[in-house]
């Protein structure tokens, strides 16, 4: 059977991955991988679709079982990738998309060499600046800090797979699901394939003597 | 402006790459490029549309002058691809479509890295022997023949970036669009976004301050 791809998806904060990725899994094509965290629930974040939410001691013994593919711990609570949905899905065939930031996702390649990594940046940086101000959910100084975040990360871009300027929501969700398809038709990924053929080849070669 | 991309597609004998390539170009999404070839013309084949007609002496100077990007001869005749086209055409920013078999596509995978490789099959050897069984133009023995230069040429596979397996003309027309879509979205294609977001955010964090 066909493995799924884990497909990773991070991008500076405004370049809409989240509304990118909200699309890519409305027709169910994708399982999408959700964090577990222990930080408490925010108004509106159910559990099971925005994070589980776990208590510290699980997660650490999480950590330490291995049973996080990644984490990070942040203003004093713990992010997190749990194993076991995403090797479950794979293994059924099924896509898994991420979305996660530049460190955690380098951290997953290394453990999943076959990882996709998909990077979705605004048009411009202006542009970017522009729809952190439009949400309007942070403070001047607080979108200056994340603008500086971004700043640094910038290099890491060249660890990336693909690069997606989101110009306009359906062209990405299409320039994405292209890159998907794209994908499983590696040969890297179809190595059995050659195998495949050259046995039946053999054999059909064998039986015209 | 985008560059275009030198999209390469070989593949087994009966394995239906020339139907696919028919239905690439119909809509001039793609250019295609046409070989030059000292054969004469078969009925039915056009100047231009299927070969560029030249004579011996005309094409060893092109030979000479660096005028074709690959070339071979088979059977008392020369078979080659002009440059010019190749180039006019990607310095425009229009991909171009070259069907052309394995040893030619590896010479040209050298002179141009970033030329994309797809490999064509029919879904299994027997399928392979079918489909030129059925075409009714060769005799078993060219077919056994054939089957024999597809065995010896299934490793090269290897140096190929995607294998698009043909069990129907619209799934593999559609898989090798969304390949050269998602093509256009690597990392390593797109080296001046990133240079130009780093540029544009130091400026605009210069100017925050």
Redesign the interface.
């Known amino acids: 059977m066909r493995k799924g791809i884990l497909i990773i998806i991070s991008g500076f904060s405004g370049a809409g991955k989240g509304t990118i990725v909200k699309e890519l899994i409305k027709n169910k094509d994708f399982c999408l991988s959700i964090s577990a965290t222990t930080r408490g629930a925010r108004e509106g974040e159910e559990e099971g679709v925005h994070y589980y939410f776990i208590e510290r001691n699980q997660f650490e013994q999480m950590i330490s079982t291995g049973e996080l593919i990644e984490w990070a711990s942040y203003c004093d609570n713990y992010y997190g990738t749990p194993r076991k949905y995403v090797e479950d899905m794979l293994n059924n065939g099924r896509d898994v998309i991420l979305e996660i930031e530049m460190q955690g996702a380098l951290q997953i390649k290394n453990q999943y060499p076959d990882s996709l990594l998909v990077?979705v940046?605004a048009p411009?940086?202006?542009d970017i600046?522009q729809r952190l101000i439009n949400r309007g959910t942070e403070t001047l100084d607080i979108i200056?800090k994340r603008?500086?975040k971004?700043?640094t990360e910038?290099?890491a871009?060249?660890d990336?797979?693909?690069?997606?300027?989101n110009d306009g929501l359906n062209d990405s969700v299409?320039?994405i699901?292209?890159?998907i398809?794209?994908?499983h038709?590696?040969?890297a990924r179809?190595k059995d394939?050659?195998i495949r053929?050259?046995k039946?080849?053999?054999?059909?070669?064998k039986g015209?003597n």
Chains 1, 2 share one sequence.
């Not at 039946?200 to 070669?205: D, K, P, S, T, W």
């Open positions: 990077f940046t411009t940086a202006k600046k200056k603008l500086e971004s700043f910038i290099d871009i060249d990336y797979d693909y690069i997606v300027v299409s320039q699901k292209a890159i398809i794209a994908e038709e590696r040969v179809n394939i050659k053929l050259k039946e080849f053999e054999e059909l070669l015209d």
